[in-house]
């Protein structure tokens, strides 16, 4: 869900993302097929905090429970914590996964990018792993800004590589962001009402996940979602592909900003 300002330095001025948490109630939007569920419901919540000197930290959890056609009701549960730092050269992970409170899966890691782009994965759970990736790839907070960056520059898609830890740990995505036309006024839900969104544009984005080997095939999975220019997201979609969750915001909080110390 499924978001380093070093790394632009001599380039456009990347955007200030916003601390902040938010919390989405998620509902089934559609099912199709024989394997979409007949209900669903649960709940994100996100938690965002950094600065462009510090790095940024990421808390994200969901809890989804969903109805299929036949049989019980199956509750997954995913967090995460991740931290980037500012230059978008590193990133440490924790995912931790389970569905129905059995067979969790925990994966903990760290990636780095060396001058060339190249990527080094280096894992102590599931089990001790070191892979190295000869392609360049963005972290999360960094793909992010690189979108708003493309956004606010009237490009309507972005093309990029992603590695975000989930998946084991050892999966790199191919991506295709599409940019909607840019958005301004009040959002209807009254969690987005809040003076610090109220003149900032906005931007419908969809993110296509496709796996590396299987990049003319359908997506993973594509998140879509309204993103301000603070970094703040609004009206989630998940699409796992025979399902689609909506996901709205209900709160909304904005931490205090922590100054750069350099």
Not at 157 to 186: A, C, M, N, P, R
Not at 228 to 249: H, I, P, Q, T
Request: glycine share 8%.
């Amino acid at each position: 869900a499924c978001l380093g300002a070093g790394a632009y330095a001599a380039g456009p001025v990347a955007p200030t993302l916003a601390s902040h948490r938010a919390v989405y109630e998620l509902t089934l939007f559609s099912a199709k097929g024989d394997k979409g569920p007949n209900t669903a419901r649960g709940r994100i919540a996100f938690d965002f905090s950094g600065n462009a000197c510090d790095g940024y930290t990421q808390n994200f959890r969901q809890m989804t429970e969903l109805l299929p056609p036949e049989g019980p009701a199956r509750l997954s549960d995913m967090r995460s914590a991740t931290y980037e730092d500012a230059s978008a050269k590193t990133f440490r992970f924790k995912v931790e996964s389970k569905v129905d409170n059995s067979g969790v899966e925990d994966v903990d890691g760290r990636a780095a990018k060396s001058r060339d782009g190249a990527l080094s994965i280096s894992l102590s759970r599931p089990r001790l792993t070191k892979l190295d990736l000869d392609q360049t790839v963005l972290f999360p907070t960094e793909h992010i800004r690189q979108i708003l960056i493309a956004a606010r520059d009237g490009k309507k898609t972005l093309e990029t590589k992603v590695f975000d830890g989930s998946d084991s740990g050892q999966k790199v995505y191919q991506t295709l962001t599409i940019i909607g036309g840019k958005l301004t006024g009040q959002a209807p839900e009254k969690a987005a009402q809040t003076p610090e969104l109220a003149d900032l544009p906005r931007w419908p984005v969809a993110i296509s996940y496709f796996d590396e080997d299987k990049k003319d095939s359908a997506p993973a999975y594509v998140l879509s979602f309204d993103l301000y220019e603070n970094g703040v997201s609004r009206a989630l979609k998940l699409d796992y592909g025979d399902f689609v969750l909506a996901g709205e915001m209900k709160k909304l909080e904005f931490l205090p900003v922590t100054a750069c110390k350099k």
